[in-house]
């Protein structure tokens, strides 16, 4: 295969062929008992263990759409890159094997100026760090000149046979969940739009920004939470909160054929976010998960906060799928989950 | 997660949500034993036979890189996106178990315009139609919009533990093999930009025309051939010639810590090609393999013709790496593969 972390073509740039060198270098440096061969021929191999089945996930990363340049620092981008991924695997209580990625780059994003690391670099700063932090061995990918930035990431875990988190597995009664805290990423992307109009490119932003702004920044996939909910059987459907508690729990319903009702006041809010981008802000990349009322789960897994906050329902012709219940009363809670940079602004 | 394909955001066009759904719909309709969760969830869950261990593979494929609007049918994109990542497996012997597709797309590929059907539909009458022949299901991915088209393919499959083919395999002494013809996928570009040149864009190439250039526009992935070689223990050592026989064989050298010599009669070069397309031409698909000398390799495996081309030998100091054995005599091969559209123009 024309596999730029694999076999370098020999007409490359050599600023290419040491960039992928490098990376084949850093990402070699993991120790994963799971990957058998990793970056350097025609496919990875990974070692599956019995009675295990395969979670496979992809998502697609484009700059001015999912991030941008000028607002995302370069680490930030390539752990979001990876949360991303790794998100999916924590929806269905798997654990990660092995992570692949794709990265699509304009030359000057692959140059060192100066002293200045290349941006590539910095990207691969902050994706490796998350994939060390989740034990998931970069195994191999692809690399081009493209026009964009893009990044696609694809990541493979592995779960007990028939033991998957799903979205169809609510029953009428269950309990809602959800982990961390919600809206933050919302609440962090208006703040750094807002700085970008005031002439604050990444650049500007200083480590104490960046501190708050990290629910945005640098989403914590819930791999440990998800793991936790399918050794113990006690979820029953879980998915992650990509696009919004609004949307993803639209999904949810409909996988599983139910209704749900949403207490307001109980929602776990951001303390930068309101209740708009708590119900419709995407990427916190938090669990929303089911049980049945008489389980009890804890406060806390694994170090997060678990908190209730609503029920699953039958559905009733004519009423709304989600209905949102608040001091004043009931209202429907339409999907209007976020779609990255595609709101008009 | 944004997984187009998986849960449209509520906010998409309405166009884009009927093609997601169009996608699902299509992509459902092939039967796959190993996929127990395909699209519309985290993640798909794939099931692995005990003893068999995982191969993974992706590729990235960029407009104006890897194919050119105007030169390729959608149809051709799609079936050569999905041949790269299948001749991938093919190279290490592996069974498909699934693809994954992400896809970003400029909007107006998504759109039908009068009868015609968009581009995007084509693209996916191609690809799904490769899928059927090889029993590949597509199992998820990723869709957004962009600025520009990229197809990034993943494939999973299955192969015996311990067992897959890999480069490092070969031995001194072993011959070198290769499957089908070389040289004319190469020579079928060289026809179509000139075609190109001439004002004959894609809508203008002729069913005939068509078949005259199948070796660039339709490549066959060498699945059967290279799951034959591994079930057989056979097979020293396979890459797949994807960047050209001069470049493929240094990395299959490289890996193995060998020389390899190539007698230039022998080659199988394809009909509408020279010995430079032969030796430099990429994206022939076919399979470059070793096997010990004393091993009886079939003239045809699965239909597809096998050729000794060469053998592998000792590396000596100061002497190239491959060289290429003529009826005047030696001389060094040099990795010279061909780099899809990044060559002078």
Chains 1, 2 share one sequence.
Request: hydrophobic share 45%; proline share 6%.
């Amino acid at each position: 295969m024309r596999n730029g972390l694999n076999h370098p073509a020999p007409q490359s740039a050599p600023g290419e062929r040491t960039l992928i060198q490098r990376i084949r270098g850093r990402a070699g440096l993991l120790d994963a008992p799971g990957l058998t061969l990793g970056i350097g021929d025609d496919c990875a191999l990974l070692a599956v263990r019995s009675g295990e089945e395969l979670a496979v996930t992809t998502d697609l990363s484009i700059a001015g759409r999912h991030f941008r340049l000028d607002w995302h620092p370069p680490e930030v981008v390539g752990h979001r890159t990876l949360a991303r991924g790794l998100s999916d695997l924590g929806a269905m209580g798997a654990r990660p094997l092995a992570a692949f990625l794709s990265l699509g780059l304009p030359q000057e994003l692959t140059k060192t100026k100066g002293r200045q690391k290349a941006w590539v670099d910095r990207f691969f700063d902050g994706f490796l760090a998350l994939a060390e932090a989740y034990e998931t061995p970069l195994a191999g990918g692809d690399l081009a000149q493209a026009p964009l930035a893009v990044a696609d990431i694809v990541l493979v875990g592995a779960v007990s046979r028939g033991r998957a988190l799903q979205r169809s597995g609510a029953r009428a009664g269950d309990l809602l969940y959800v982990t961390g805290r919600v809206g933050g990423a919302a609440a962090g992307l208006d703040q750094l739009e807002e700085l970008a109009g005031r002439g604050m490119g990444h650049a500007k932003i200083s480590r104490g920004m960046r501190e708050r702004l990290a629910a945005h920044l640098f989403p914590e996939p819930r791999i440990a939470q998800g793991l936790w909910l399918q050794r113990r059987r006690l979820a029953t459907a879980a998915i992650d909160l990509s696009d919004g508690i609004s949307t993803d729990l639209a999904h949810l319903c409909d996988a599983s054929g139910l209704a749900a009702e949403v207490d307001a006041p109980l929602l776990p809010i951001h303390f930068a976010a309101n209740l708009e981008q708590a119900l419709h802000g995407g990427e916190d990349y938090e669990l929303l998960f089911t049980a049945p009322a008489k389980i009890r789960i804890p406060r806390s897994i694994a170090g997060v906060t678990v908190t209730k906050v609503g029920r699953m329902v039958r559905r009733r012709r004519g009423q709304a799928m989600v209905t949102l219940h608040t001091c004043d009363g009931v209202e429907p809670l339409e999907p209007r989950g976020w779609e990255h940079f595609a709101r008009p602004r």
